[in-house]
C-alpha cells in the first residue's frame, strides 16, 4: 500500500504563486510515475502533469510554461510548483501514484485563485 498526503493549497491572488507537496508513504518503493490531477466543481478530474521514475515529464497544455512538476526521492515527495495562477487553475489538486498495476490517490488540497 502507498499513502499519499498532499499539502500546499490555499487561497492566492491571480499572477501568484503556490507550491504544492505530495508525501508518499507505505511501499513506495518501484513507484512507477506520480502525477497530479486536478477537478474543478462540475468538471470531470484532469491530469495536470506526471513525472516517471526516469524523470520523463508531461504537461496539460494548459499549464505548460507556469506549473512545473518535480520530485525529491530521499524525502519520498513530490512537489508541483504553480506560477502566474489564474481563476481558472481553481480546483481541488490530488495526486496520483502507479505502482505495479495499481495505483493510488491523496485525499486532495484545496487551490482558490481570487481576481
Known amino acids: 500500500q502507498v499513502q499519499l498526503k498532499e499539502s500546499g493549497g490555499g487561497l492566492v491572488q491571480a499572477g501568484g504563486s503556490l507550491r504544492l507537496s505530495c508525501a508518499a508513504s507505505?511501499?513506495?518503493?518501484?513507484?512507477?510515475?506520480i502525477g497530479w490531477y486536478r477537478q474543478a466543481p462540475g468538471k470531470q478530474r484532469e491530469l495536470v502533469a506526471l513525472?516517471?521514475?526516469?524523470?520523463?515529464?508531461n504537461y496539460a497544455d494548459s499549464v505548460r510554461g507556469r506549473f512545473t512538476i518535480s520530485k525529491d526521492n530521499t524525502k519520498n515527495t513530490a512537489y508541483l510548483q504553480m506560477n502566474s495562477l489564474k481563476p481558472e487553475d481553481t480546483a481541488v489538486y490530488y495526486c496520483?501514484?502507479?505502482?505495479?498495476?495499481?495505483?493510488?490517490w491523496g485525499q486532495g488540497t484545496q487551490v482558490t485563485v481570487s481576481t
Open positions: 513525472i516517471s521514475s526516469g524523470g520523463t515529464i
Open positions: 496520483r501514484a502507479f505502482r505495479s498495476l495499481m495505483d493510488y
Open positions: 507505505g511501499i513506495t518503493f518501484s513507484i512507477n510515475a
